[in-house]
């Protein structure tokens, strides 16, 4: 890698949260000294007097902040201050427990394989896979030839039964990753035309979905969604821009489009070409977004076998289905027929150029971080967050060559930005190798005794919840029993599997017996989507867990079944020779909030087997609608940034999951002897800790279904006596909810 090119993305990546296909769009916005002083003053009738201090830059040193006022701050305001560089939109401890694993996994890979390594040969594919990835003077010389012969099948197409053969082959198939989960659920989305959900049968869709008793024990059933859109979401923006031309705007409106662009003219196309194939793929998307807008008649999607599938055949679904493998599905559930039906008025061979051109853009999306520096830097340099200032940075940097002396200050240092590429190649490794991957970490890096220890807890919070679900005098008896049995019956994953998948016949090949990273992750792409399929069709091979590592735990409703994974099994959730207080704070927490997962408002729905059955008495769901209708109303009461309160219906979920886990453990909490709350309470807050731009919180609080990390620590503490009996907190400060105000479901 050059210095020049270097030096460039030093300054680039300072603005970059991941890298991925596309970057991160929003540039932060500093609020004026009224707004803030609004933020501060503002409280609404369920309380919400906390300052945005968790936003990067506006916490100070001489700000004094009281655990009876801001607990969260209070306990975090350290670890707040010492993040002073917005080199992500949001950080928090989560990004640092995936930095510990890949630097403790790049040890790993740089160096000298232990004696007597027991994962030897997972080792040396995954120690390939990072040099592939790592070796920038290798990826140079391979250009963009990696991807280019896909490219000329692509624009050799001349009719719609070719581009029909094409859509069935692997050149698509790989690009887009159309793949089942190691649980056989879940289909990647494609760019227009992929399914992207699988489910076990007996269940059908949504809250409202069919339970269908028609599908055979070893069938699976096919959930055919809306596509995914890479461009059309971006249209409106482009077409507000009036004094551009189309590919202008399109360009300035949506970081995919001007990546796509510029690679296209990366590959050999002139000005114009680039221009036309653009124009074209966003004519398409166009054309299908205003084929899917309007309201379906199958609100809990049409149900079709394969012959009924086959039947729709101006655009060949069924056929891509059999393709790639799942051609033998009981049934496939059609969420949107106008969507299918626009797809096939659109699919002609009129239209066949808008076609190959939205499938040229989204090979070259795929491709771009696994080609060479210069794609790279296509996607660095995209983005909506790439000011004026920046974009002065980055031609001072182009005009200085190898100047280090450019943006001192401004950016990552020579050994920081080493690093950051490592973990880089670290992350593309795991991502092709995850089970190698796995099997590495645990061999090497996670506690002897740690899967025996969180076994431990979850069985006591597990027994906790029963007592704590006995004991709950608004359900009727039956419920109670059928609520109890559910949670009985619930399957639980921690740390990792006790079977690994078979990783034996993977053998990744090396630069110097001609190999490519792009061509070697396309080809274990291959070995994933074969893995998904036999998941499919064997039990034992559903069984296979692989994304341990991931920094996270979940609840599947469908299943009745929680995972924790190793990956959130350390740092400050699983902290080594930690305290019980510690352990149970952050682990223990997390536990309890996937259970209570299948008691929120949505997993409610679902039987212990986990299909969609109502086991409640109407009297029962009507005084718990009535429980979940004050968490609402209470949470869409809290103005979290002055701006307005919380959607109550879209986080309420997950503020009923926090509510609940939190009780299960403070009762636990309660019968050992000497407990120490204050440090329980502060390892609670530390496991939240986080820093965000004031887009990326805005952002959260449209779309995500999650409240605010500051106050998934402040809103669940003041419904316990004992934080206030350990604080002092007495009516008036910022921590003091009314006794009569709080709002615990269970």
Known sequence: MNKTFRKLLVTVLSCLLLVGCSSPSGVTIDPSDAARDQLADSSGPAGSPWNDWFIYGVLTEQDEVRPQDDFFTAINKDWILEQTDEDYLEWSVV???EYQIKDQMIGLFEGDAPEGEQYGHDLDNLKVMYDLAGDWDGRDRDGVRPVKAIVERLQAIKSLDEFTDWLCSDDYRLSQCWEASEDGKILGVGLYCLLPYVQEPGFGSGEDGPVRDDIPEDGYVVEIDPPSMELAPYLSEADALEEESDVDAFRKASDNAEIAYNLMLYIGLDEDEAADVLNDAMTLESLMEDGCSQESDYEDGEWLTFDELSQRKRFPLARIARAYGYGDASAYILYDPAWLKTMGDLYNEDNLHLFTSHALVGVLLDSAMMLDTQAYNFVANAGSWADDELESDVEQVEEEGSDESANEGETLNDE????????DACKIAADALPVSYAKLYIEHFYGETTNDDVLEMTNDVLR??????????????????AAV????????????????????AIEV??????????????????????????????????????????VNAFYLAETNSVTIGAGILGGVYWPENGSYEERLAATGMTIGHEFSHAFDSYGANFDESGTYRNWWTDEDWDTFD?????????????????????DGE???????ADLGGLKVIMRLASQRPDFDYDKFFRAYARSWASVMTYDTAHNQLETDGHPLDRDRVNIPLREFDKFYETYGIKEGDGMWLDPKDRISVW
């Open 95 to 97: 990004d640092e427990r």
């Open 416 to 423: 920081e930005l080493d690093q950051w590429f490592k973990r």
């Open 464 to 481: 906790e919840y029963e007592r704590m679900l006995q004991e709950e005098d608004w359900m009727s008896q039956e419920t109670r029993d």
């Open 485 to 504: 049995a559910k949670l009985k019956a619930m399957k639980i994953q921690v740390g990792y599997p006790s079977t690994w998948q078979d990783t034996s």
């Open 509 to 550: 090949q090396s630069r110097a017996n001609g190999a490519t990273l792009y061509d070697e992750v396309r080809k274990l792409r291959a070995v994933r989507l074969e893995k998904g399929l036999a998941a499919l069709r064997d039990s034992d091979a559903a069984s296979l867990w692989t994304s341990c590592m991931d």
């Open 626 to 646: 009535q429980r979940v209708a004050r968490v609402k109303k209470a949470l869409s009461e809290i103005d979290p940034l002055g701006s307005g309160g919380y």
């Open 650 to 656: 879209q986080v309420c979920d997950e503020c009923m």
